[in-house]
Nanobody, 120 residues
Framework: QVQLVESGGGLVQAGGSLRLSCAAS????????MGWYRQAPGNQRELVAT???????NYADSLKGRFTIARENAKNTVNLQMNSLTPEDTAVYYC??????????????WGQGTQVTVSS
C-alpha cells in the first residue's frame, strides 16, 4: 500500500506560478513511476507529467516548457513546478504512483487531489 498526500495548490493570477508537492508513504521502495494528472470540470483526467525512479520524464505535449516535474527518491517526494499559468490550467491535480505487481501488471495509487485555480 502507498499513501500520497499533495500540497501546494491554490489561487493564482494568469501568468503566475505554483509548485505542487506530493509525499509518498508506505511501500515506497516498490514505486516505479510517479506523476501528476489533472481533471477539469466536465473533462476526463489527463496526464500532466510522469517521472521514473531513474529520472526519465514524460510530459503532455501541450505543457512542455511550462511545467517541470522533479523527484527526490530519498524523500519519496515528487514536485511539479508550473509556470506561465493560464485559466485553462484550472483543475484538480492528482499525484500518482505506479507499482509493478509483476511482469505484466501494475497498480496505481492516487492522492486526494489539490485544487489549482488560475484567474484571468
Amino acid at each position: 500500500q502507498v499513501q500520497l498526500v499533495e500540497s501546494g495548490g491554490g489561487l493564482v493570477q494568469a501568468g503566475g506560478s505554483l509548485r505542487l508537492s506530493c509525499a509518498a508513504s508506505g511501500s515506497t521502495s516498490s514505486i516505479n513511476t510517479m506523476g501528476w494528472y489533472r481533471q477539469a470540470p466536465g473533462n476526463q483526467r489527463e496526464l500532466v507529467a510522469t517521472i521514473s525512479r531513474g529520472g526519465t520524464t514524460n510530459y503532455a505535449d501541450s505543457l512542455k516548457g511550462r511545467f517541470t516535474i522533479a523527484r527526490e527518491n530519498a524523500k519519496n517526494t515528487v514536485n511539479l513546478q508550473m509556470n506561465s499559468l493560464t485559466p485553462e490550467d484550472t483543475a484538480v491535480y492528482y499525484c500518482n504512483a505506479n507499482l509493478p505487481l509483476g511482469l505484466y501488471s501494475s497498480r496505481n495509487y492516487w492522492g486526494q487531489g489539490t485544487q489549482v485555480t488560475v484567474s484571468s
